[in-house]
């Protein structure tokens, strides 16, 4: 099938690149000239497992372009996909302004002779689909004929550093739309998905068990708010192991242990209840705000959501804390932080933890150590003035540090010795905001240590 796809990010390169891959005549429009370049030249602008790979298939095989230039892709294509960003205003109202732009082009562009589905990928706000069809007439300069096109919406749940795995694997896939027509073409697009009838590419093997993908089928109204609710339970999960993470501290429990407990039950799940440094990325504080926004908007007050933002928020100042229990005053000390990514396997910093605690760091008085495997170039391209030392490797950053503050859960920084952490440090101090290690084999390496829910 003929695809387009505004917007070259993370969801659209990667959704671009994987349907291509299946077989679909692919073209995405961006509006960053590097971006084009890059991609041109088969370097994709994100780290993502697998991507570079896919990528230079799919560019070889000639079934993949990216343009700045919409009205010819717009025309020729049946299914056009907005995903482009919606960053948060400083209101948490969510901005589409870039979804504006993309509607206004598609308009322009519109085939009129046969029919199309505009497809919101992007997380937009409920009732977007509406506010779309809006712009796209603009776009068009006048109603366009009945039954040209149609807007659906197809919410992404892919996660950052498993993009791939998340496009060929995925959970479920979500369809909102009022014609039947438009859900029979997108099940059509999506159908080697949905049946799991492809070759699985060699760098992202099929999981064993996968045979058929479920897919829900809905209004659109609903499948926006699939999106929302189900970042907002995610980053409640969260917060809420927080929470308890606390009460253990105080009580003298594990919460590590309390999560495998209370994870076992097959009602509550294991994942998504480590405590730690707290929840960060692109997506979950955006959408909470986006979310809250909306139900304020709608003259309800959504106290869970609140708390899940504040327990948030102050979780990653409780890492400050753990560090002045052990080092009293922070001022001329020198600090090690590990990890800056929101989360391991990315290089993404939009809202990442370590950004709060590096920032709390340096306003404290603090010299800061930095390393991150893939991270850094992210951190000195955007916040070039923040006075940090930037390490060779993960052992080099302890060089002449009192303490180091673990901040994202690398398999990698696991893997590091305690006992060379003990000695690369010149006071053995380990704020261990990941849980990465045990509070008995990190004591035995003579650290001081302090975890997250346990002492
Ligand atoms: N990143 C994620 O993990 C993730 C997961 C699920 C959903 N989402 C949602 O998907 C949407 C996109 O997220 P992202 O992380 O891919 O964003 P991103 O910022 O990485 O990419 C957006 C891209 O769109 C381009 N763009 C902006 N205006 C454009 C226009 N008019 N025409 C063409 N291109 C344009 C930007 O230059 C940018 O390259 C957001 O709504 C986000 O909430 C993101």
């Not at 896919?54 to 990216?66: E, I, K, Q, T």
């Not at 070759?199 to 999106?227: C, F, G, Y």
């Not at 290089?347 to 603090?366: C, F, K």
């Not at 009192?402 to 440090?425: D, K, S």
Request: aromatic residues 8%; negative net charge; glycine residues 8%.
């Amino acid at each position: 099938m003929q695809v387009t796809i505004f917007g070259a990010g993370y969801v659209g390169l990667v959704t671009g690149t994987v349907l291509a891959d299946l077989g679909h005549q692919v073209t995405v429009i961006e509006v960053v000239a590097e971006k084009i370049a890059k991609i041109r030249q088969g370097q994709a602008p994100i780290y993502e497992h697998g991507l570079d790979a896919m990528l230079a298939r799919v560019l070889a095989s000639g079934r993949f372009h990216v343009t700045d230039s919409a009205s010819a892709a717009v025309q020729s294509a049946e299914v056009i996909f907005i995903a482009v960003g919606t960053p948060p205003l400083p209101t948490g109202e969510a901005d589409l302004s870039y979804v504006r732009q993309a509607a206004l082009a598609i308009g322009q562009g519109l085939a009129q002779n046969r029919r199309q589905v505009v497809v919101n990928k992007a997380t937009v706000p409920i009732g977007s689909a509406n506010q779309v069809e809006v712009w796209i007439e603009d776009g068009f300069g006048a109603r366009p004929p009945v039954d040209a096109y149609t807007v659906a919406s197809n919410p992404e749940f892919l996660r950052e550093g498993t993009a791939i795995f998340d496009t060929l694997y995925p959970d479920r896939i979500v369809l909102g739309a009022d014609e039947a027509w438009a859900l029979e073409l997108l099940k059509e697009m999506y159908r080697p998905i949905i049946e799991q009838t492809f070759e699985p590419p060699l760098e992202v093997p099929r999981p064993e068990q996968l045979q058929m993908v479920p897919l829900v089928q809905t209004d659109r109204i609903s499948a926006e708010m699939i999106k929302y609710a189900a970042n907002a339970f995610l980053a409640t999960k969260i917060s809420f192991a927080n929470e308890i993470a606390n009460i253990c501290e105080r009580v003298g429990a594990d919460v590590v242990e309390v999560a495998q407990g209370i994870g076992l039950d097959r009602r509550i799940g294991p994942r998504f209840l480590n405590a730690g440094a707290g929840w960060g990325g692109s997506c979950f504080g955006k959408d909470l705000s986006a979310l809250i926004f909306t139900a304020e908007e709608y003259g309800y007050r959504p106290e869970l959501l609140h708390s899940t933002v504040r327990v948030n928020r102050e979780q990653r100042h409780r890492m400050i804390s753990h560090l002045q229990d052990a080092l009293k005053t922070i001022k001329g000390r020198r600090v090690a932080v590990w990890g800056l990514a929101f989360k391991p396997g990315t290089d993404d910093l939009r809202d990442a933890p370590a950004l709060t605690v590096i920032g709390e760091l340096l306003r404290l008085g603090a010299r800061v150590h930095v390393y991150d495997p893939v991270a850094m170039a992210t951190l000195q391209r955007d916040y070039p003035d923040l006075e940090v030392v930037y390490a060779d490797n993960a052992v080099a950053a302890l060089r002449g540090a009192e303490a180091l503050m673990v901040l994202t859960e690398w398999p990698e920084f696991a893997q590091i010795p305690l006992t060379q952490i003990a000695q690369g440090l010149s006071r053995p101090v380990l704020i261990d905001g990941r849980n990465l290690w045990t509070p008995e084999s990190a004591k035995r390496a003579g650290l001081d240590y302090h975890g997250v829910g346990r002492s």
